[in-house]
């Protein structure tokens, strides 16, 4: 083993402090989920993405025989518009209320740089994707966490009452994720126009972000829940090609923005930090989106038969772990149950996992405890999946033994 990787198996453990082994001073908290873009185990089940789109995969696809014309000069600061048009297509809102970013997350620290000032505050549903809470404190906002909990499913319904208490007038931004990452839970329609009462009634000048990321994973012929852009101006939503159509190397996300100011702002915002996105990454993803239902139909089937197999080993195991079944995308939070592992317990299943050849997203990661794991089951090839599972029943087995 390598030192690079005894070094990543030691901080990947929920125990280890960043903060405690370093002097830590980046205006950005460091999370140990940047570790999953530097190790690949042979049964990774920890990345949330489907399976990785190969170039030819998409240079097959119709659009793109003049590809090689392409110039490489800047793009524009909203995102080309062949790019918007498909991306508002897939969203129901016009062209001009789309502005591309460098993937959801910068569009999220874009959005908070641009809403908060100083003594604003934003309001955020956790567990979630570590760059969501991270980006908002780099960004300098004060973060008031709403916490979701795994006996209540992540159902946002159930903590209206907590996000009421959590808003006020300093309330600038309420984040949340539709579905949400680490769990794939997804939040109703209703519940969200819930939402925007409260936020109306106690943080009026709020403005709700969804990330919908995951939103187009959905499994085999279940319909695809329709995008939370269209139903108020207060909402902002984001995504990017990454998850559900597999292509995060492309670093191809999107805002939808209804309010004009709030767009022209956030235009000019992204010309000072990035200038302008990748001109070959943007005629790619707009192949690529263009195309999205061809692509994502056999996808989805394979999520739904990666679901199945995933249903029977928790069913199998159940006397050892629960879990929270996804609404969409490739992810899900599963919990080791504390009547098999207690505390000691837990830490020694995460010391064996590489022994295993296994790699799992810890909880801690997202705001959760770390007796909780975010599985993800649609990154594998099929035929690697049911043997990951086994791997992950031998951890369990060597964890108690």
Known sequence: MNSF???????????????????????????????????????NLAESTSQDLTVGELLDLAGLDRIRELKLGYGTSAGSLALREAIAEGCGVP???????????????LLAFEVCRSGDEAVLATPCFPPSRDCL??????????????????????????????????TKLVSLASPQNPAGVQTSRADIEKLLAVMERRSPEAILFVDETYREAAYGDDAVADSFAALDARIVTGASVSKALGAPGL?????????????ARLTVARMNTVISGSVLDETLATVLLRHREGVLAPRRRLLAGALRELAHWCESERERVEWVRPDAGALCCVRLRSEAFDEAAVSRF????????????????????????????????????????????????????
Do not use: C, M
């Not at 670093?251 to 004009?260: F, I, K, N, P, S």
């Not at 801690?364 to 086994?390: C, I």
């Open 251 to 263: 670093r191809t996300g999107w805002l939808t923005v209804a309010d004009a100011d709030l767009r």
């Open 350 to 401: 995460w010391d064996l996992l590489p022994a295993h050849d296994l790699q799992l997203a810890s909880g801690a990661w997202f705001g959760e405890s770390s007796r909780v794991f975010r599985l993800g089951f649609g990154y594998l090839p099929p035929a690697r999946l049911g043997a990951a599972l086994s791997a992950l029943s031998s951890a369990l087995d060597a964890t108690i033994a």
């Open 5 to 43: 990787q005894q070094n990543f198996d030691e901080r990947q453990r929920p125990g280890f402090n960043e903060a405690n082994s370093l002097a830590w001073r980046g205006r950005f908290p460091r999370n140990e989920i940047i570790s999953l873009l530097d190790v690949n185990r042979p049964f």
């Open 95 to 109: 062209t001009e209320q789309i502005i591309t970013t460098q993937g959801t997350a910068l569009g999220l620290f």
């Open 137 to 170: 404190l780099g960004a300098g906002v004060e973060v008031r966490e709403i916490k979701l909990s795994f006996e209540n499913g992540y159902r946002l319904d159930l903590d209206l009452d907590r996000i009421d208490a959590s808003l006020s007038s300093k």
